[in-house]
């Protein structure tokens, strides 16, 4: 369940939201959205994969944490364990939101039903006893900033994905040290031989508009497979 509410000084003045890590907290999943703007952070830790949205045609690039839903390999217990979190995920429990015309600038929402949500003594506090943002709500706000940015400038990436046709078919089968079996279905990657064929001018169209390096970056995200396979298997072994 949800429950979105425009940020307010004055309602949520003694609010409390917790920045600990845990399956509690909604920590607990497979994937997360991440936009082009933050490839070259993302693909530093994560594999970048690509999708279509449920019941839509649009894609959407997701950085991997696991090979089965609900399995998040960086979750340690309370601990988080990588050095960057994808900007979809450190935003919880805050969301913008927009009038239903889509114009006008953004909102801070927050979600009064999430597991963030802490009490009157857990937590960090939204607004100092003045009523002024903190420290942490201003940081989170850019973050959202950066996220509205990165998601809405990501349109004329994924039209240029498939205006060039880069984007093919990703299938993974996994043998684990324990001899289970785990497989990847339904996502997309890069197709790098496409990529390599296309012509200066189209390679000078996509550097131009800005996709050529987070294209370059999820492609080397891939790498992070192996790491991620290492994880699992350390998982499985208890360490």
């Known amino acids: 369940m949800t429950r979105h509410a425009v940020l ?5 003045r003694e609010l409390r939201v917790r920045t600990d890590a845990g399956a509690e907290l909604g920590d607990d999943i497979m ?9 070259r952070r993302v693909q530093a830790h994560f594999p970048i994969l690509f999708r279509r949205e449920t019941g839509r045609a649009d894609f959407a690039a997701m950085a991997l944490f696991g090979f089965e839903s609900g399995e998040n390999l960086f979750l340690d217990g309370d601990r988080w364990d990588a050095r960057y979190r994808p900007l979809s995920l450190a935003i919880q429990p805050f969301l913008i939101g927009r009038p239903a015309s889509d114009d006008g600038p953004g909102q801070v929402h927050i979600d009064l039903d999430h597991p963030r949500i802490a009490d009157a003594v857990d937590g960090v ?5 003045d009523g002024m943002a903190t420290p942490y709500l201003d940081e989170i706000a850019g973050r959202l900033g950066d996220l509205d940015e990165g998601y809405r400038e990501s349109r004329a990436f994924y039209d240029a994905l498939s205006a060039y046709d880069l984007l093919e078919p990703f299938s ?6 324990d001899g289970s079996l785990h497989s990847l279905v339904g996502f997309h990657i890069i197709d790098e031989a496409r990529l390599r064929a296309l012509d200066a001018e189209a390679l000078g169209a996509l550097h131009a508009a800005g996709h050529l390096m987070p294209i370059f970056m999820a492609m080397a995200s891939l790498s992070q497979l192996s790491v991620l396979v290492e994880r699992k298997n350390r998982r499985l072994a208890g360490g």
């Open 8 to 12: 307010d000084k004055n309602v949520h």
């Open 31 to 39: 994937a997360t959205l991440t936009v082009p703007s933050e490839f």
């Open 125 to 129: 506090r939204l607004f100092d006893a």
């Open 172 to 177: 993974l089968e996994v043998t684990l040290d």
